[in-house]
């Protein structure tokens, strides 16, 4: 199975996020079902159920006893990266305890065999996936507040009807 660590938007926040898409962020490219929109943090990729065992206790055995606060950030920016051909929606300010919470569910991957990330952890939210052009500047910019409590370990699933994502485990974030 493949899975990945990220964390879940509620279905307030992703029918903002497609409406916003709808009126002004066309793309010409994959358009990501709203239901599957989420904020990736680190990804896992295949493991088996010894694997998926180890990492979901790791994970247990770290967060009795983490300080990672529940948040918000807003969704105030769109871009595009043409290395992975996707459109995004971001927050413009920083978020340093996302981005250490990234890191370390990074590390307690490794031994699940989870590839070191080389890149810089960029919040973001999936739009559209295949875009082979930049989409055009979006004439009014996103602002869509995300409130999270937790974090979830997502399985992909591969369906007839495309890619979904399943949350196996969830791990609340104090408040
Ligand atoms: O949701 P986004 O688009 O941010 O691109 C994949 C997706 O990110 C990414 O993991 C998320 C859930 O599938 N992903 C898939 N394969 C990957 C890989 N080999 C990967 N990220 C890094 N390395």
Redesign the pocket.
């Known amino acids: 199975m ?1 899975v ?1 660590f ?1 964390l879940e938007l509620d279905s307030d926040t992703k029918r903002a996020v497609a409406d916003w898409r709808d009126r002004y962020g066309l793309a010409h490219g994959q358009p ?1 079902p709203a239901d ?1 929109f ?3 943090l680190a ?1 896992v ?1 295949e493991v088996d159920h010894r694997h998926l065992e180890t990492l979901t206790q790791a994970v247990d055995q770290w967060a009795s006893g983490y300080t990672v606060g529940a948040g918000r950030l807003v969704l105030d920016q769109a871009g595009y990266w043409q290395k ?1 051909r ?1 459109y ?1 929606l971001g927050p413009e300010q920083p978020q340093l305890e996302l981005a250490r919470l990234a890191v370390k569910l990074q590390n307690l991957a490794g031994p699940a065999g989870a ?1 070191r ?1 080389r ?1 810089l952890f960029v919040p ?3 739009l559209f ?1 295949s875009c082979a052009e930049p989409p055009p500047a979006p004439v009014v910019a996103p602002r869509i507040d995300v409130h999270y409590q937790h974090f979830t370990l ?1 399985e ?1 699933l591969q369906g007839r009807q495309g ?1 979904s ?1 399943r949350a196996l485990q969830h791990w609340p974030l104090n408040r």
């Open positions: 493949c990945f990220g990501v599957n989420h904020l990736t990804f990729g992975q996707i995004w590839r990330q890149k973001h939210v999936t996936r997502f992909t890619v994502y």
